[in-house]
């Protein structure tokens, strides 16, 4: 039985406020005490780590919209690929995620799906867990393909849902479409009464017609600002709904690149943290720097900080999660609380998992991150396994 491990620091608490001085105890996969440094007793073998003056200990992050990472793919459809990207995702602080498709062949699609499903079967620690599938694709609009192949794209079919949730052994979580076409409605209703989220995206809907599709039952915008309709001063669009509209969860993609630092920080006014959701929206490129990669087949450059097509089509992000935080606290000011919601307890209460992840909690998943002042990662427990660690501070 392996010992118990005692993580000493600031930390956020369950009710979102920040502790000084505060101690997470972890027990075998599970968070067993939160609290301050002299309560409880620590008289038992326990592992005692000591965090650097300005860290921060805060729940695991939950990345719900990641395409790939360190040279890999979900579409790859290979258990090989999956294992890479869930090995690679604690060296940023992520220790859930939803693997996110894109459009592609419907065999492709399928085996992505079913190689997917496989992996969420086998039982493991040492890395980021796989919590279900995100369908991004190819139920979308082909006016706002962004990187999305549109000779794959399709309209909305339930039966064709259908048939992917089979492949996927019912483990699609999320899938955004573009409820405006032909049969958007109508999928959109069912996902609901699945309990599947129907999110908005890639989508050339109007402001009116995003209100019909709320009624019918969608509550998540992917990607603000991309792949949509943006704002206009006589229809605001997909964009203008995502703000206005308070039924609406948001993701964004906090890097600069998809989104500049002003209208980052313009959403958020409207937003807030209780409806935002920070994401990568990764490629396979994300670690690995500068040079040619593919995406859906079709070919990626990256330099910088940026992914693109060949037509300058940004491809997806090579960002992190961690310097999505630094960003969102650099472009916001907003606090270590509210990146707590928009990281990790929005996403986890949308996936129905918060009884199990989300927040430093009392018999969750020890799900733990350790940040320090910069946003640099120190340390990623994934079930109460200490999977990443930069640098040691145990005493």
């Given at each position: ?38 309560s ?23 990345d ?46 399928v ?33 706002r ?31 955004t ?16 009464l699945?309990?599947v ?32 309709r ?25 890097d ?17 943290p ?70 990790s ?11 199990r ?7 969750k ?14 340390m ?16």
């Open positions: 039985m392996k010992p118990d491990i005692l993580l000493v620091g600031d930390l956020i608490n369950e009710e979102g406020q920040l502790v000084n001085n505060g101690s997470v105890w972890i027990k075998n996969d599970k968070i067993f005490h939160v609290g301050t440094t002299d409880p007793s620590t008289e038992e073998d326990v592992i005692r780590y000591n965090m650097p003056q300005g860290s921060i200990i805060i729940p695991g992050m939950i719900i919209h990641i395409h790939g990472a360190a040279g890999a793919d979900f579409m790859d459809g290979t258990k090989e690929a999956l294992e890479k990207i869930s090995k690679a995702l604690p060296a940023e602080g992520t220790t859930t995620f939803l693997a996110t498709t894109m459009t592609e062949e419907k065999s492709v699609i085996k992505a799906l079913n190689t997917a499903s496989n992996f969420m079967k086998e039982s493991r620690t040492s890395a980021a867990e796989m919590l279900g599938i995100h369908l991004e694709g190819p139920f979308v609009s082909p006016k393909a962004g990187a999305q192949p549109t000779s794959f794209i399709l309209e909305p079919n339930i039966n064709l849902f259908k048939e992917f949730q089979k492949s996927a052994d019912n483990q699609i979580k999320l899938v479409l573009a409820p405006e076409m032909e049969g958007g409605l109508e999928l959109t209703k069912y996902l609901s699945q309990d989220i129907a999110s908005i995206g890639h989508s050339d809907s109007s402001f009116a017609e995003v209100k019909v599709g709320i009624e019918s039952g969608i509550s998540h915008v992917t990607h603000l600002f991309n792949g949509m943006g704002m206009h001063h006589r229809d605001p669009g997909v964009a203008g709904a995502a703000l206005l509209q308070k039924e609406l969860k948001v993701e964004m993609i906090v600069g690149v998809h989104a500049s630092p002003e209208m980052i920080r313009l959403a958020y006014q409207s937003t807030g209780e409806r935002t959701i920070l994401i990568t929206d990764s490629m396979r490129a994300k670690g690995l720097g500068e040079g040619t990669y593919t995406l859906g087949g079709q070919q990626v450059t990256v330099s910088g900080d940026e992914a693109r097509l060949t037509d300058g089509t940004l491809a997806g992000s090579i960002l992190p999660m961690n310097i999505a935080v630094k960003n969102m606290m650099d472009y916001t000011q907003c606090s270590w609380s509210d990146i707590v919601k928009m990281t307890e929005n996403a986890a209460k949308e996936l129905k998992t918060f009884k992840k989300g927040s430093l909690s009392v018999g998943d020890a799900d733990i991150t350790v940040l320090t002042e910069d946003c640099d990662v120190l990623t427990f994934c079930r109460g396994e200490l999977v990443y660690h930069r640098k040691e501070e145990r005493v």
